[in-house]
């Protein structure tokens, strides 16, 4: 792919998980009690915890054989794809690494500029000040 497509491509990608964040419905179809959040962040955060994953998990594996589960999956997967959850997923994943990088980046950079330490011994005039 050319250099310039995979800008397009890219920049598709940003605006349209941009669109969806604006519509996303704030709430998981998936947990018990249908939890509600206050906004695209808090929803991330939950959907990344282990609590909802492992509630995934378990509805996944009983979808086979329990017809309620599989139409919890089927519902929620819906969402998923429709509202580009996964794009806001990478964003704030790509937006957590950055945010590491330049924090090593000036820590990095901080090092390099501290003065050398100065051993104190060093200063003393001759061996005999040593105690
Ligand atoms: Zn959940």
């Known amino acids: 792919m050319a250099p310039s497509a ?3 491509l890219a ?13 996303v419905p704030l709430l998981c179809t998936l947990c018990e009690h249908e939890p509600v959040f206050t ?10 915890s282990k609590g909802h994953l492992a509630h995934r998990q378990k509805l996944e594996l009983r979808s ?3 017809p ?12 998923y794809a429709r509202y580009g959850v996964r794009e806001l997923l990478e964003e704030r994943q ?3 690494d950055q945010a590491e990088e330049a924090e090593l980046q000036g820590r ?5 500029t501290r003065k050398p330490k100065v051993c104190f ?10 105690c």
């Open 108 to 112: 990095k950079a901080l090092k390099r």
């Open 39 to 48: 906004d695209t962040s808090h929803l991330l955060t939950h959907i990344s």
């Open 68 to 79: 309620e589960s599989q139409r919890l999956i089927t519902i929620y997967e819906a969402w």
């Open 11 to 23: 920049a598709a990608k940003k605006t349209s998980a941009a669109n969806a964040s604006s519509v």
């Open 94 to 96: 790509l937006a957590k």
């Open 6 to 8: 995979k800008k397009d």
């Open 121 to 130: 011994l060093s200063l003393l005039t001759s061996p005999s000040d040593v």
């Open 64 to 66: 086979r054989r329990d």
